[in-house]
C-alpha cells in the first residue's frame, strides 16, 4: 500500500525513489508553506504530509459521541457571579483541561478584525511573506510551515506565523507585519487583561491567594501563534495540527467559524465547536505540574479539511522571561505529606528546547519531569 512507508522520518527508499529529508528540504526551501502548494494547483497531497498507516487505521475506529465542552459564562466574574465561576473553572479545568468562554470582555470586533488581519498575513503577496519566513527561534517574529518540519512524523497541513513578546518586552508596531499589525496590537492588550482574569480565578480554584498565579508571572511571557490551515484535497491522509499538549501555564484559543479542533476526553476526540464571540481555554503542561497535576493538561489536534482557509490564534502564555531564567515547579501550598510533589522543578527555556527537539506527537516532556 502506497502510504505503508509514509511518516518515517529521513527514509531514503531506494525502490520507491523517496527520500523525504529532500523533500522536507524542498518544501521548506519554497517559502510559501503549505498555501503555496494549493495556489500551484496540487490535487494529491505530497508523501511528507501523509500520515503512517497505523495512524490512519485507527482512526476509523474512532467513536462517534455526544460530549461536550464546557461552556463558561464569564459574565459578572468580578460580582455576583464569581463564585460559581471559580467552582466552574475549576471542575473544567480538573476532568477536562479544556473549556470555552463567553462574555470575556473582548468585543467580537477585536476578535473578528485578529482573524481577517492573520488572513491578510497569509494572502498578501507571497514575496511580501518571504521576508518573514524563518525558522531562527531567537527572532520574535518569524513566519513557517510546521515548526517541527524536520523532526516529526508526518508534516501537517498549516503554516503559522509566530509572535514573541512579554509584559516587559512589548513589540514595537515596526516589528510586526504590516498585514496584521493594528490588529494583533489590539488584540495583544485584550487578551492579557483576560489572562490576568483567568490566572486569578485559576488561583482562587486551586484555593491560593488571587495574584498566586500572577505572583509567579505566570502570564509574563506570551507567545501569539497563528495558525493558516489552507484547505486540503485529500484530508483524510493528513492532519492540520497533531495531537500534543501545550508547552504553557495557560492557552487562550481564538478561532474562525470553520470547526475542527479536537480534545481528547474518556479517550475519545470531542470536536470544540466555534461559539460565534467565544474563545476556547485549556490548561498547559506548566499548570499540570506547578499544580501538582490538579489542573490537567490534555491532548487536542486539530483535523484537515476539504473546507478552508482555517484561521486561528493561539495565546500562549509561558512564564516569567526573566533571566537568567526562573525556577517553576508544584506550589507549596499545594504539597503535603499525603500530597507529595510529582514532578521535578523546571526552566522554561530547556522545556522548549526539549519540546522544539522533539516536535509535536508526544507527551515525553512532561513525562520526563516526572518524580
Ligand atoms: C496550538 C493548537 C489549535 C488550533 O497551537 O497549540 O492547539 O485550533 N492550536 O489551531
Ligand atoms: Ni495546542
Redesign the pocket.
Known amino acids: 500500500m502506497e502510504v505503508s512507508v509514509a511518516g518515517e522520518p529521513f527514509t531514503q527508499t531506494a525502490s520507491t525513489g523517496y527520500d523525504r529529508a529532500q523533500e522536507l528540504k524542498a518544501f521548506d526551501d519554497t517559502e510559501a508553506g503549505v498555501k503555496g502548494l494549493v495556489d500551484a494547483g496540487i490535487v494529491n497531497i505530497p508523501r511528507i504530509f501523509i500520515r503512517p498507516s497505523d495512524e490512519l487505521v485507527e482512526e476509523l475506529n474512532c467513536q462517534q459521541n455526544s460530549f461536550q465542552v464546557p461552556l463558561i459564562d464569564l459574565d459578572e466574574i468580578k460580582g455576583s457571579n464569581r463564585e460559581e465561576i471559580v467552582y466552574q473553572i475549576r471542575t473544567a479545568s480538573e476532568t477536562w483541561g479544556f473549556f470555552q468562554v463567553v462574555n470575556h470582555g473582548i468585543p467580537l470586533k477585536v476578535l473578528e478584525d485578529m482573524i481577517q488581519g492573520v488572513r491578510d498575513f497569509n494572502e498578501q503577496d507571497v514575496e511580501m511573506k518571504k521576508q518573514w519566513y524563518s525558522r531562527d527561534q531567537m527572532k520574535r517574529v518569524r513566519f513557517n510551515s510546521n515548526f517541527d518540519l524536520y523532526q516529526s512524523r508526518t508534516a501537517n497541513w ?1 503554516d ?1 506565523l509566530n509572535l514573541s513578546c512579554s509584559v516587559s518586552h512589548n513589540f514595537d508596531p515596526e516589528e510586526l507585519p504590516a498585514a496584521c499589525r493594528e490588529t494583533t496590537l489590539e488584540y495583544i492588550k485584550h487578551v492579557r487583561s483576560l489572562g490576568d482574569t483567568l490566572f486569578e480565578i485559576i488561583s482562587e480554584a486551586l484555593g491560593l491567594k488571587s495574584e498566586h498565579l500572577q505572583d509567579m508571572e505566570c502570564g509574563g511571557a506570551s507567545t501569539f ?1 497563528c ?1 493558516y ?1 489552507p484547505p486540503c484535497p485529500e484530508p483524510e491522509l493528513t492532519m ?2 497533531s495531537s ?1 499538549s ?1 508547552p504553557a501555564f495557560l ?1 487562550i ?1 481564538l ?1 474562525d467559524q470553520i470547526g ?2 479536537q480534545v481528547l476526553h474518556q479517550n475519545q476526540w470531542v470536536d ?1 465547536n466555534p461559539i460565534s464571540g467565544g474563545l ?1 481555554v ?1 490548561i498547559g503542561d506548566f499548570l499540570q505540574v506547578i499544580s501538582n497535576e490538579k489542573l490537567k493538561s490534555v491532548d ?3 483535523i484537515a479539511s476539504g473546507v478552508g482557509p ?1 484561521v ?3 495565546c ?1 502564555f509561558a512564564g516569567s522571561d526573566d533571566v537568567p531564567p526562573r525556577l517553576y515547579g508544584p506550589i507549596k501550598e499545594l504539597i503535603s505529606e499525603e500530597n507529595p510533589p510529582l514532578y521535578q522543578n523546571f526552566l522554561v527555556p530547556e522545556y522548549f528546547a526539549k519540546y522544539a527537539a522533539e516536535g ?1 506527537n508526544s507527551k515525553s516532556c512532561l513525562e520526563q519531569l516526572k518524580l
Open positions: 498549516r503559522t501563534v495558525h490551515y492540520g495540527t500534543h501545550d492557552t484559543l478561532q475542527g479542533l470544540v476556547v485549556n487536542h489536534r486539530v482555517r486561528s490564534v493561539a500562549f509535536l
